[in-house]
């Protein structure tokens, strides 16, 4: 008889556990392409056209990117113009360091003008990318992918039916930078005023479909509209609220000001890093995301563009907010489902009520009591901590698991999700073993009703300062205590196991359902390096389904232990970035430093290849070069380098005047046509105001002060500071080009090895300016 319980038990379990794993697979597989008549070979041969070379901001490389999509939409019978701004973003760090960034951008603007009677009193539809990249990197990902769904999607909105609303179509410059080009078309280009929906269109990798990661103002049409029209829609609003804590690299910018609704779209996997991005190569771009992107853009302009009102009753201009009015989740076989912010305290209230309710119901039948619970959740705790440090552990004491890794230079690795396979395994594996251990000092009421109360309480601090992600606590537990609370129903003791078990089995499936996508989306921004966050979460799944878990038997623990061998010995296996040498930049410099009148070679301290080496001698040492870039700088390898035509930087000091109160200084500076960038910092003297040609740049007490020039050739410079009195200061001025002289070196061999990105080097001449 008791050997017939325990299969049927065990019989339950498998069923119960099967299902379980069904509706995650349902809730994470990538959805199946449908045909379409968006030309993802089009989209590609444009992605390689603008990604041969970087294209950072107001260089030739910037400029022949721009005059190709100007091209592109002409051919098509479109009517681009060109909104040059000049736009400024400071940024001041808790110790008064600013850091200002200034900028001329060549914004690429395109009117598509609706044809209903009343379009031009109607809010206009904006759809905003980026086209320009860091100075290092092709970004086949990071722009050229988006630019080019873009215009195939263009072409597609080309080919069919008119719309009836105006749609404004923003290809910014100047975002790698700041968001410069945003910001100067939201405050500057008249068209700005008229937008009613803003949808800014991203990429954080080279993988993955499209996903809404960000929603704010009066957001509720617009998510409903995107649940409708965009294919395969997947967003949430848990995900906007974790993202600036894990990544936060992709954000909205200015267009977060315009319309009265704001989206935010872009892919998520197959990182790139935020550090070289030297993987950022056409050869890495999976064409299915570009094909999505281009989809998504398309159907969503079709769908707002014809509307009346799904874009808000108007357009209100500069109108920031953070959230927007809407919490939206995927719902595996349903899609996205919203609903309003304000139902997050009644949802919460209601999760107390259960909870209460089940625990007056457990503490009434003795099966528990306040201690054995408050136990219960202190040691859900510890086994929380537990799974974090057991995957740090994992992955900083066996470094052969990942030789080669290096998530933050070059992103994801080829077998990430063998290493997220794994680390669940382990963590689940350590969680049933240790949760059964708190179920025989505590009783299984206790060892369930921890958890829960550990989640209620969680949900209450999410429910105060991150709403947006209530709904990943709430639902779970609503549904985990009503099947908890069943089991307590008259007569439930006389329930065979497999009806207790499938009980037990609906209440953790929105667990399953929420928090699985959830654990398996902060890993993919987080990567392996750091998984205290996927960790965190999947200690909450576990938690809602400790019921399930705590009541299997010992081959459970077993065969998950085997399962994460399993999963960690197949993502060992191979390199983490397959065979093939990872494209580097460039990182060889030309300086010539009018200070010293010297000119060297320079390099960041690591190992040479073949070519660097014929520029540094044998014996030279890596140290710091303390001219130029003072004594906090990293450590460099340097050499003599001969002299060329480069010119040094045209100062001129105009006024210093210190009247024991206060130091005024002005200067000017002759910006070159041929240099893009311009790096000015002032060190030894706090800054209380200071003016470029009568601009104010910064007007409060600054510790330091650096200011990133970008696309000001050929115009002089007059600036003014008010410096702190009687104290030295020294304004150091650095002006790059991207590239090194002719005929100032060796050239690299095009078969050497690792491949470099071209136009990565950098030429930098240098002069100062001392204030005794």
């Known amino acids: 008889m008791l050997k017939n319980r325990v299969v049927r038990r065990s019989i339950a379990a498998v069923i119960a556990l099967t299902v379980v794993a069904a509706i995650g697979w349902l809730a ?82 395109v009117l598509k003008p609706g044809t209903a009677p009343d379009h031009a009193r109607r809010p206009a539809l904006l759809l905003a990318t980026g086209y320009d990249t860091t100075e290092r990197s092709l970004g086949a990902a990071a722009t050229a992918a988006p630019v080019a769904a873009m215009l195939e999607a263009l072409r597609m909105l080309q080919a069919g039916a008119p719309l009836a609303n105006d749609v404004v179509v923003l290809f910014a410059d100047g975002e790698r930078v700041g968001g410069l080009g945003a910001l100067g078309f939201a405050s500057q280009h008249p068209l700005a005023k008229h937008i009613g929906l803003a949808i800014r269109f991203d990429s954080g990798g080279s993988a993955g479909a499209p996903v809404l990661i960000g929603a704010s103002g009066n957001d509720s049409a617009a998510i409903r509209g995107f649940a409708r029209a965009a294919p395969n ?37 197959g990182s790139n890093g935020s550090g ?75 999760t107390c009520l259960l ?111 991150f709403p947006h992600a209530s709904y990943v606590l709430a639902w779970p537990l609503i549904a985990t205590l009503i099947a908890y609370g069943a089991l307590y129903t008259p007569g439930a003791n006389r329930w065979p196991g497999i009806r207790r078990a499938l009980v037990l089995f609906a209440g953790a499936a929105p667990a399953v359902a929420l928090i699985a996508p959830l654990v398996k989306d902060v890993y993919t921004l987080a990567s392996p390096e750091h998984t205290a966050l996927p960790m965190i979460a999947l200690a909450l799944l576990l938690g809602m389904a400790s019921v399930l878990l705590t009541a299997q038997r010992r081959f459970i623990v077993r065969g998950l232990a085997a399962a994460s061998a399993a999963c960690f010995a197949v993502a060992s296996a191979a390199a983490p970035y397959g065979t093939e040498p990872i494209p580097q930049p460039n990182r060889m410099v030309y300086l010539k430093d009018a200070y010293t009148w010297k000119s060297y070679w320079m390099m960041p301290a690591g190992p040479l290849d073949s070519w660097a080496r014929r520029f540094f001698p044998p014996q030279a040492q890596a140290r710091v070069q303390v001219d130029a870039f003072g004594y906090g700088s990293p450590k460099v390898w340097l050499a003599p380098a001969p002299r060329t035509p480069v010119a040094f930087p045209d100062l001129a000091t105009v006024k210093d005047d210190d009247d024991g109160n206060l130091r005024k ?97 950098t030429t930098i001449s240098t002069d100062r300016l001392v204030f005794r």
Not at 236 to 251: H, K, N, R, T
Not at 415 to 422: I, K, M, P, V
Request: proline residues 6%; contains cysteine; hydrophobic residues 45%.
């Open 28 to 109: 994470l597989r990538p959805a199946a392409p449908a045909p379409s008549a968006f030309s993802t070979q089009r989209a590609l041969a444009d992605v390689r056209f603008l990604a041969e070379k970087p294209r950072p901001i107001a260089s030739a490389a910037n400029t022949e990117a721009r005059e190709y999509i100007l091209a592109q939409l002409r051919a098509m019978g479109l009517e681009p113009e060109v909104q040059t701004a000049m736009a400024q973003k400071n940024t001041m760090d808790r110790r008064r360091n600013a850091q200002i960034a200034l900028g001329m951008v060549n914004n690429i603007v």
């Open 233 to 269: 829609a997947t967003g949430s609003s848990a995900m906007q609220a974790i993202y600036p804590f894990v990544s936060g690299e992709l954000q909205m910018g200015a267009i977060g000001t315009l319309g009265t609704a704001r989206l935010h779209i872009a892919n998520l996997e």
């Open 276 to 350: 070289l991005r030297s993987r950022d190569t056409p050869g890495r771009l999976d064409p299915n995301t570009v094909r999505q992107m281009g989809e998504t853009m398309a159907a969503l302009a079709r769908y707002f563009g014809d509307a009346p009102n799904a874009m808000g009753s108007g357009p209100q201009g500069q109108t920031p907010a953070v959230h927007g009015d809407s919490i939206y989740f995927n719902v595996p076989g349903v899609g996205v489902v919203s609903y309003s912010v304000g139902a997050v305290w009644a949802l919460t209230r209601l």
């Open 355 to 465: 909870l209460a309710i089940v625990t007056c119901i457990a503490l009434h039948r003795g099966d528990v009591t306040i201690r054995e619970i408050s136990d219960a959740a202190i040691g859900f705790l510890f086994i929380a901590a537990i799974l974090v440090l057991a995957a740090a552990l994992v992955w900083g004491c066996v470094p052969s698991l990942h030789r080669g890794y290096d998530a933050y230079n070059y992103g994801a690795g080829t077998r990430d999700l063998w290493f997220l396979g794994g680390f669940s395994a382990l963590g689940t594996a350590l969680f049933v073993l240790l949760q059964r251990g708190f179920r025989r000092a505590v009783g299984n009421a206790a060892a369930s009703l921890g958890p829960l109360l550990v989640a209620v309480l969680l949900l209450l601090l999410a429910s105060w300062k």
């Open 665 to 761: 200084v002005e200067f000017t500076l002759q910006s070159k046509e041929d240099v893009p960038f311009v790096d000015l910092t002032l060190s030894g003297s706090d800054a209380f105001r200071t003016f470029v040609n009568g601009r104010p740049l910064t007007n409060i007490r600054t510790a330091s002060w650096t200011l990133n020039l970008y696309g000001m050739g050929g115009r002089k410079l007059d600036f003014r500071f008010e410096l702190e009195s009687d104290k030295r200061a020294v304004v150091l001025v650095h002006e790059r080009v991207p590239g090194l002289p002719q005929n100032g070196g060796p050239e690299r061999p095009a078969n050497a090895l690792p491949p470099v990105t071209p136009m990565t080097a």
